[in-house]
Each structure stands twice: as structure tokens, then as C-alpha cells.
């Protein structure tokens, strides 16, 4: 399993620590919707950090989205009726992405071949969201051990809203950024997992009722 992120509360802040060296991590550096080698690139201004963000390990233990929610309750950041307006928010959504939408393979070429094969275009759906100038992507994808779709929630975070400055300079040997997640994000990307998929939801809503003190488990 891919190493979590740490994240913590400071000064009134939820920072959240992102490695952006490692090429098969959960946080890269895309250039123009494509992975940049870090160590061998120089980062520029217009780059992006994705952030495959999860909220449970193998536990069944809070870590990151769960963990930044929980570490705002219980620095008085979010108030208890908040958490529970979303809750209730929640426990009402009924529709979700991975079972309304599918992957596709379209013919949009139909004159068109490659050395006698033809040109197909396959459509993956991709649900977007802009909101404090962080894009939430929730992408759909075929289930590597199962049938069906599942879909995979990302953060795309400007390099420019990260710390410390590093535009103009390689990486550093297991280089990590710094980035404080504002609560719209945070709030925002717990919906967007609601809307995600049946279980996401189910999930979500497990998370809420545990940092509302519903459950024994914290």
C-alpha cells in the first residue's frame, strides 16, 4: 500500500505534508496532465501536485481526509452542528457516479486506421471541481479485481499554494511540501466522496459518526 501523508494542526492551521518524489506515490507533479520526474525536472509555476487522497489504512484507522476533519473538531475550527448539517447532508444522497456513469469506446474515426487497425477513442467520464483554486477530479475506473467501475478521487493543488519555494530548482532527495488545506476543501472533497460511489458514502458517513462521538472507536 502506497505510504500515507501526514497531516497535522498548527498555529490554526491543517497543514498537510506532501512528498513529490516518489514516482509511484500518491502525490506526483503533473506538468500539463502529465507526471514530471521531480529529481530530474525543475519544477515551474504552472505544475500541479495530485493528490490520490485517502481517509481509512487497512485498520480501519483514520489518516488523512478523516483524520485533517477530525483534527478541526477537535481544535474548535468546525462546530459540532456543522459536521452534523453534513451528515444528514449525506446519509440523503442517493445517486452515485460510479453507478450512473461507465467507461466507453467510441467510434469518432471512423475513415481513420494505423497500419490497418482501427482508431477507436476510449471515454472515461471525470467529474470536476474548482473551489479555493484546488481542483477536486474524481475519475472513473475499470475495478482491477472485480467487475464494474470505481471511481478515484484526487486533489490537484497548485505548486504555487505549497511550501517551501522550489520553482526553478530540481527537488531535493525525498523532497516534501507543505500545503494548508482550507475547510471549503476539506468539506467540498468529504462531499465529492458521498457522490462518489454507494460505499465512499457509507464511509463518509462512518467517519462523521465517529469524530461526532457516535462510535466507541476514538
Known amino acids: 500500500m502506497r505510504k500515507e501523508c501526514n497531516v497535522k494542526y498548527s498555529n490554526g492551521d491543517l497543514i498537510c505534508d506532501l512528498p513529490i518524489t516518489t514516482p509511484t506515490g500518491k502525490t506526483r507533479v503533473l506538468r500539463k496532465d502529465m507526471?514530471?520526474?521531480?529529481?530530474?525536472?525543475?519544477i515551474e509555476k504552472d505544475d500541479i501536485i495530485e493528490w490520490q487522497i485517502s481517509y481509512f489504512n487497512k485498520k480501519n484507522e483514520m489518516i488523512e481526509l478523516a483524520?485533517?476533519?477530525?483534527?478541526?473538531?477537535?481544535?474548535?475550527?468546525?462546530?459540532?452542528n456543522k459536521i452534523k448539517e453534513l451528515l444528514n447532508e449525506i446519509k440523503k444522497q442517493n445517486?452515485?457516479?460510479s453507478d450512473k456513469y461507465s467507461i466507453d469506446i467510441e467510434d469518432f474515426f471512423n475513415e481513420k486506421n494505423f497500419y490497418g487497425?482501427?482508431?477507436l477513442k476510449k471515454v472515461v467520464p471525470v467529474l470536476v471541481k474548482e473551489i479555493d483554486r484546488i481542483l477536486i477530479w474524481i475519475e472513473l475506473r475499470?475495478?482491477?479485481?472485480a467487475i464494474g467501475f470505481q471511481p478515484m478521487l484526487f486533489?490537484?493543488?497548485r505548486i504555487t499554494q505549497t511550501s517551501p519555494n522550489i520553482i526553478g530548482q530540481i527537488a531535493e532527495p525525498n523532497q516534501i511540501l507543505s500545503w494548508k488545506i482550507p475547510l471549503s476543501v476539506l468539506f467540498s472533497t468529504i462531499?465529492?466522496?458521498?457522490?462518489?460511489?454507494k460505499k465512499h458514502r457509507d464511509d463518509m458517513i462512518d467517519i462523521l459518526e465517529r469524530i461526532l462521538g457516535a462510535k466507541n472507536e476514538i
Request: cysteine-free.
Open 117 to 119: 487497425f482501427k482508431l
Open 67 to 80: 483524520e485533517l476533519l477530525n483534527l478541526a473538531y477537535k481544535h474548535n475550527m468546525v462546530e459540532k
Open 155 to 157: 486533489l490537484r493543488i
Open 142 to 145: 475499470s475495478k482491477q479485481k
Open 95 to 97: 445517486e452515485f457516479f
Open 35 to 42: 507526471y514530471i520526474a521531480t529529481r530530474k525536472t525543475a
Open 191 to 197: 462531499k465529492a466522496f458521498s457522490i462518489a460511489s
